[in-house]
């Protein structure tokens, strides 16, 4: 399909309208403006949001648009855009797309020359991050970190050797292994930690000090309610011997080649190949 084809005015825009992480007010004018003039409603859970919806009086009808149907309900809204319809896409809370359904959807329609407005608000990540105290200016985002494997480890090497701010998401149930599987790592227990906890909520709550702190916190009260992660840089990392020998060590218990451990370990150190080299013989007996 060639929007190029259609005059402009005959076809609908896709509008992405970021919604409440909690406290219902937390709405721009203009994102009900626009829930309220679009034609229908994309909704990750269309239970969930109907909440919202009649929090604002807004009798939009809706579709939904989630995970398991994403594809399909990529094609239903470009062919509302096609006649004519304009669509707005929510998920369940804050920005769609960021750990949210939505990517496909805006890929297809992006690459089909429609037209895409972003309707900006609440964001859990940026929201933990704008209040935690960290360097706010270069981050990295995480979103999940992975579950196990050799994609966790990379992850938590990732965390250790950033020399920036990095923010990830984390559920109640995993919060305090996640912790203690970074503390476990070379010179991190010092590192500066900080837990955004229901935000925008009743019970809101920063949890801030070293990851030491943070772990014993959590070691004493379980983590309740919906959590962002955020790890301060080290001050300037210095990688030693020892800390070059744990990461073959982990890299041998993956299966890795010595060749291969060595290869990873001095990318995610960021430290040469010989060096590495030089200690991978005992480490890798
Ligand atoms: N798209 C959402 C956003 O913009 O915030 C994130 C969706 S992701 C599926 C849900 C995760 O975001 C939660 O498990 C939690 O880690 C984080 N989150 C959402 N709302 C939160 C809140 N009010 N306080 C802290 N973290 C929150």
Redesign the pocket.
């Known amino acids: 399909m060639d929007t190029q084809t259609k005059p402009k005015q005959q076809i609908g825009k896709l509008f992405i309208v ?1 919604t409440p ?2 406290n219902l007010q937390d709405m721009t004018f203009r994102a009900v403006d626009t829930l309220k003039n679009v034609d229908i409603i994309a909704a990750e859970d269309t239970r969930t949001s109907r909440k919202l919806l009649d929090f604002y009086a807004i009798n939009t009808p809706m579709m939904p648009c989630h995970d398991h149907n994403e594809a399909k309900a990529g094609l239903q809204i470009m062919a509302l855009l096609e006649e004519g319809k304009d669509v707005a896409l929510i ?1 369940d ?4 797309l ?3 359904p939505g990517y496909h959807v805006v890929h297809l329609l992006r690459a089909e020359g429609f037209d895409v407005v972003t309707i900006p608000g ?4 940026i929201a ?1 991050l704008a209040a935690s105290g960290l360097p706010t200016d270069i981050f990295t985002y995480l979103g999940f970190l992975p579950r196990k494997g050799k994609a966790r480890m990379d992850a938590f090497n990732t965390i250790q050797v950033a020399s920036h701010t990095q923010v990830f ?3 109640p149930k995993r919060i305090l292994k996640t912790l203690q599987g970074l503390q476990a790592l070379p010179q991190m227990g010092e590192r500066p930690c900080v837990v ?6 009743l019970y809101e709550e920063f949890i801030s000090g070293t990851l030491n702190e943070v772990v014993t916190h959590f070691t004493t009260s379980a983590g309740r ?4 992660v955020m790890m301060g840089a080290g001050e300037t990392l210095v990688v030693d011997d020892a800390m070059i020998a744990q990461a073959l060590a982990v890299k041998k218990d993956q299966g890795l080649s010595a060749s291969a451990s060595a290869k990873e370990v001095a990318l995610a150190l960021n430290v040469s190949r010989s060096r590495v080299y030089a200690l991978l013989h005992p480490a890798a007996e």
Request: glycine residues 14%.
């Open positions: 970021a992480i909690g998920s809370a804050g920005t769609p960021i750990n949210d609440a964001c859990s990540p933990a998401l984390e559920s955004g906890r229901e935000l925008t909520k309610g919906e959590m962002v």
